[in-house]
T-cell receptor, first 109, second 116 residues
Framework: GENVEQHPSTLSVQEGDSAVIKCTYS??????FPWYKQELGKRPQLIID?????GEKKDQRIAVTLNKTAKHFSLHITETQPEDSAVYFC????????FGTGTRLTIIP | NAGVTQTPKFRVLKTGQSMTLLCAQD?????MYWYRQDPGMGLRLIHY???????AKGEVPDGYNVSRLKKQNFLLGLESAAPSQTSVYFC???????????????FGPGTRLTVL
C-alpha cells in the first residue's frame, strides 16, 4: 500500500518569513495530493490540493508543487501570519487517502 | 447544511465496555470514512464505505466494526474496548473520487474517546 513520509515534524518560522513542508510517497499510481490544516482541538480542513497532471498550484499565500518523477510534493506558505500556526498534514491517494504524520508549524511574532 | 456531524463529542469507557460512534452527513456523499488520530501518527483509516450497505477495511480495522445502513449515516462500533483504543476519532465523507472532479474529504468535529 501507499506510504507517505512528511518532514519536518515541527517547524518554527518568524512571522513574515516563508515555510516549506515536504512529503514523499511510494505508490506511483497515486494521483491526488491534498493538504489539510488542523488547528488545536479542531477538525482537519482542506487548504489546497493538486492532481497528478499538474506541477504547481497556487492560492494566495499558499502553493503546492508536485514532482511525479521523484514522487514528492511540497507545501509553501509565504508571508506567514500567526493564524498559520497549526498542524499540517499531507496525503496521497490512489484508491484511498494515506496521510503523513503531520508538521506542527509555529509562527513566531 | 450541517456538513458532517459526530456524536458523542467525548466519552470515557472502562476496558471491556462497548459503544457506538455515530457519524451523519447531509451532503449526499457516497463515500464515508472513519479515522483515528494519535499523537505523532497522523490520521489512520479504520474502515470506509463506498455506498449504502457496503463497508471495507482500512489500515487499522482490528477491534472495530462498522455499518452503513443509510447513505447519510456511518456507525463505528467497539465491541470490547481496550486502552489502546484511546484516541480521537474522526469521521469524513466525500463524493465519489473521480479524476478531474472534486473529491475533497470533509471531516466531522471528532470524538475524544478514553478507555480506562
Amino acid at each position: 500500500g501507499e506510504n507517505v513520509e512528511q518532514h519536518p515534524s515541527t517547524l518554527s518560522v518568524q512571522e513574515g518569513d516563508s515555510a516549506v513542508i515536504k512529503c514523499t510517497y511510494s505508490d506511483s499510481a497515486s494521483n491526488y495530493f491534498p493538504w489539510y490544516k488542523q488547528e488545536l482541538g479542531k477538525r482537519p480542513q482542506l487548504i489546497i490540493d493538486i492532481r497528478s497532471n499538474v506541477g504547481e498550484k497556487k492560492d494566495q499565500r499558499i502553493a503546492v508543487t508536485l514532482n511525479k518523477t521523484a514522487k514528492h510534493f511540497s507545501l509553501h506558505i509565504t508571508e506567514t501570519q500567526p493564524e498559520d500556526s497549526a498542524v499540517y498534514f499531507c496525503a496521497a491517494r490512489n484508491e484511498k487517502l494515506t496521510f503523513g504524520t503531520g508538521t506542527r508549524l509555529t509562527i513566531i511574532p | 447544511n450541517a456538513g458532517v456531524t459526530q456524536t458523542p463529542k467525548f466519552r470515557v469507557l472502562k476496558t471491556g465496555q462497548s459503544m457506538t460512534l455515530l457519524c451523519a452527513q447531509d451532503m449526499n456523499h457516497e463515500y464515508m470514512y472513519w479515522y483515528r488520530q494519535d499523537p505523532g501518527m497522523g490520521l489512520r483509516l479504520i474502515h470506509y464505505s463506498v455506498g449504502e450497505g457496503t463497508t471495507a477495511k482500512g489500515e487499522v480495522p482490528d477491534g472495530y466494526n462498522v455499518s452503513r445502513l443509510k447513505k447519510q449515516n456511518f456507525l463505528l462500533g467497539l465491541e470490547s474496548a481496550a486502552p489502546s483504543q484511546t484516541s480521537v476519532y474522526f469521521c469524513a465523507s466525500s463524493p465519489v473520487p473521480q479524476r478531474g472532479v472534486t473529491d475533497t474529504q470533509y471531516f466531522g468535529p471528532g470524538t475524544r474517546l478514553t478507555v480506562l
